[in-house]
């Protein structure tokens, strides 16, 4: 690869994380949304879902670590 094929894929790689950290965004707010709507039962069986809990926890730079 020359360089001007390696900036482009960089470019397009920083563009599809761009585009995941909006997903991620728009899931937990959708979740957050979605929980209030539920019976205090129904949210808690919800809420302990470990993808749930996964997912309203995670934050942008924690694939970093």
């Known amino acids: 690869m020359n360089e001007r094929q390696l900036k482009l894929t ?3 790689q920083e563009k599809q994380i761009s585009d995941l950290y909006a997903l991620i965004d728009t899931l937990q707010t959708k979740l957050r949304t979605t929980t ?3 019976n ?3 949210k808690q069986q919800a809420v ?3 993808s749930y809990k996964w997912c309203m926890g995670w934050r942008q730079g924690d694939e970093k670590n």
């Open 48 to 50: 302990n879902v470990q």
């Open 10 to 12: 960089i470019h397009n």
């Open 40 to 42: 205090e039962e129904d």
């Open 36 to 38: 209030h709507y539920l």
